[in-house]
């Protein structure tokens, strides 16, 4: 069975679209194919209850992301400066490189 591929990856500004976070922008911390879900920086933020261990000497109440549905997200153009759309197209060169469906700016450098 093949992995799923998304058109959002790591390190890319996204807008949430759906949800209690809706229009809050941020990084994408890591994408999770397997569970079709996204981290996004200081977005969906969830509250863990930690015991004292080997690796944290204090427990206590932690802040961390939680995922969210990677269809919750949309990609942030450069140019646009907005939640767009992605498609593909192959350049002359046979590269094949993501795009702004509104504005035509190509998103991969």
């Not at 949800?19 to 996004?40: A, F, N, Q, T």
């Not at 509250?47 to 690796?55: F, L």
């Amino acid at each position: 069975m093949s992995r799923p591929h998304f058109r959002i990856k790591k390190n890319e500004e996204v807008e949430v679209t759906v949800g209690k976070e809706k229009g809050k922008r941020g990084k994408v911390l890591k994408v999770i194919p397997e569970k079709e879900r996204v981290l996004v920086e200081k977005i969906n933020l969830i509250k863990r209850h930690t015991r004292p261990g080997a690796r944290s000497r204090q427990g206590g109440i932690v802040e961390m992301e939680g995922p969210l549905p990677i269809s919750n997200v949309m990609l942030i153009c450069s140019k646009c400066d907005r939640a767009v759309r992605v498609g593909y197209k192959i350049l002359d060169d046979q590269r094949k490189v993501r795009h702004c469906k509104r504005c035509g700016e190509i998103l991969d450098k």
